[in-house]
Nanobody, 124 residues
Framework: QVQLVESGGGLVQAGGSLRLSCAAS????????MGWFRRLPGKEREFVAA????????HYADSVKGRFTISRDNAKNTVYLQMNSLKPGDTAVYYC?????????????????WGQGTQVTVSS
């Protein structure tokens, strides 16, 4: 099993940046594709970004493309989400997730392990 713990959330003004981290324990994340999802207030969990096991392939939701960057450091067993040009509409709880396949998809049901989430609030 993999345990995932997110950190780095907080309050930021519109236009600002945050970097989220997801630290894994229990097993090495090099065996998993990794993804970031978010739950906006009153809405279902939605896909943000995913990265392949090796880190060579990434894909993003259209809403964050060009502003967010997912990366991973398998040696540190950590995945990151760099978020730039933040908007109030990015306010959400952000979750990282691990998928046993090589490249994670955009559906929450494809992922096997989840963190507890970290709150990101963007003020206008």
């Amino acid at each position: 099993q993999v345990q995932l713990v997110e950190s780095g959330g907080g309050l930021v003004q519109a236009g600002g940046s945050l970097r989220l981290s997801c630290a894994a324990s229990g097993r090495t994340i090099s065996s998993y594709a990794m993804g970031w999802f978010r739950r906006l207030p009153g809405k279902e969990r939605e896909f943000v970004a995913a990265i392949s096991r090796s880190g060579s392939t990434t894909h993003y939701a259209d809403s964050v493309k060009g502003r967010f960057t997912i990366s991973r450091d398998n040696a540190k067993n950590t995945v990151y989400l760099q978020m730039n040009s933040l908007k109030p509409g990015d306010t959400a709880v952000y979750y990282c997730a691990a998928d046993k396949s090589y490249m994670g998809g955009s559906g929450p049901g494809e992922y096997d392990y989840w963190g507890q989430g970290t709150q990101v609030t963007v003020s206008s």
